[in-house]
């Protein structure tokens, strides 16, 4: 059955997949929800016998129903190849009585790749779907991860370019350098004087610029957008708790239909969404556990039903959830609403205006799949520590603040039911806190002796995206003022 995008602020027309990838946002600046979502059309022991590959196609050809399975297939084999160091693409550890699902293996090491290596796939054949002539120019904005896992997903993808706008002195220097040595001549990488928020506010005014926008067209070039809220990214991420459920299941370590619960370290809500996504097609996923840093908005939200974002922020060993709104939830809330548009649009009105909402009795009883936790940035070391000194198994500082709250809630609750939890980036990517956390003597070592060192004592070989950085030659040097960024865009573009 065909699944078209309706919005989640309002009842305009409905469109087809190939479309809300194209436009990202709907038009009354709401996000592109499935008017259903499908059920899983092949049986469980069947999908175990699948590969990664296959598994995606599956779960794909449910949403996407105007790609053909050519097309999808081709999108598909595109993306996950040995690109990833990894024939599984996401494979599953077994550490300290529970599964975690190592979403780094692909060209940036952090989950971020699972669906930006496929959605430029998705955008050019939704452009061909839709007959648009225009080269797709990306703008992102970028606090560190984000940027580097799309400058790699569209590299010499051909009818894309892609700009990445970044904070000069705002992202660490290993995730600078994985930026400014990016290779492929669509691509192009400038260093803003300013913070993410005037990154973020600068893309969003070129976004809106309708004259710049007609200058464009007319040079043949069209603005998208590689970010988090597009569907063309929820979709990929949904397929991967499909696979480790089946994996699980092959392998025997659960019976067929046996509930199993997730952990996701979350901050834009978009990963644990597709596990929501996933359980609502039938997935036998029991709690959706819901893993906050110090920014525990989110916690709170599901403790109190009050979303509140008028607090510090709070800047943590885990910066990819250092967030205060989390775009993705609105999904969630428009769902809990009853598929209600004019509710979903006050309450996300009310966040805009007062920074605050307030949901119903009737919309929490919805949420009794979620749970919501949090971990302190002690607590988050010290899991590090004890997984290593346990196991010998080395994670990262967001998948720790997942295994945190997870012995929290199995301490609370004394669920014993088998768990996945999320990994969802490379200890090699944020070296130094999972080092200091494990030892302090290594507080005076640099990073790429931290590198070496994480790979002796884990018996893991160094990642090839950062033996890549050791040498890489720097190829972008661009950095300007906010004010001048459309310019940056022309010149990258060769308009003028
Ligand atoms: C983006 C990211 C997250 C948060 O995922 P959301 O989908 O935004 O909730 C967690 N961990 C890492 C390493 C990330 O890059």
Known sequence: MEVLYKSTRSGQEPVSASVAILKGLTDDGGLFVPDHIPALDRSLKELAAMSYQEVACEVMKLYLTDFTREELTGCISRAYNEKFDTEAIAPLAEADGVYFLELFHGATIAFKDMALSVLPHLLTVSAQKNHIKNEIVILTATSGDTGKAALAGFADVEGTRIAVFYPKNGVSPIQEKQMVTQRGDNTFVVGIHGNFDDAQTGVKKIFSDRALAAEMAESGFQFSSA???????????????????????????????????????????????????????????????????????????????????????????????DILISSNLERLIYRIAGDDPQRNADLMAALTGQGRYEITEEMRARLQDFYGGYATEEETAATIRRLYDDCGYVIDTHTAVA???????????????????????????????????????YDSMTDFELVDELSRIANVTVPGAIEEIRSAPVLHDNTCEVDEMPDMVKRFLKMR
């Open 227 to 321: 970010n988090s809220i597009n569907i063309g990214r929820l979709v990929p991420q949904i397929v991967y708790y499909v696979y480790a459920y089946t994996r699980l299941l092959g392998e025997g370590r659960i019976q067929e239909g046996q509930k199993i619960n997730v952990v996701v370290p979350t901050g834009n809500f978009g990963n644990i969404l597709a596990a929501f996504y996933a359980k609502n097609m039938g997935l036998p996923i029991g709690k959706l556990i819901c893993a906050s840093n110090d920014n525990k908005v989110l916690y709170d939200f599901f403790r109190t039903g009050v979303y509140d974002r008028n607090r510090k922020f709070v800047l943590t060993s885990s910066p990819s959830m």
């Open 403 to 441: 295994a945190s709250v997870y012995g929290k809630y199995v301490e609370e609750t004394g669920d014993q039911t088998p768990t996945v939890i999320v990994s969802t980036a490379s200890p090699f990517k944020f070296t130094r806190s999972v080092m200091n956390a494990i030892d302090d003597k």
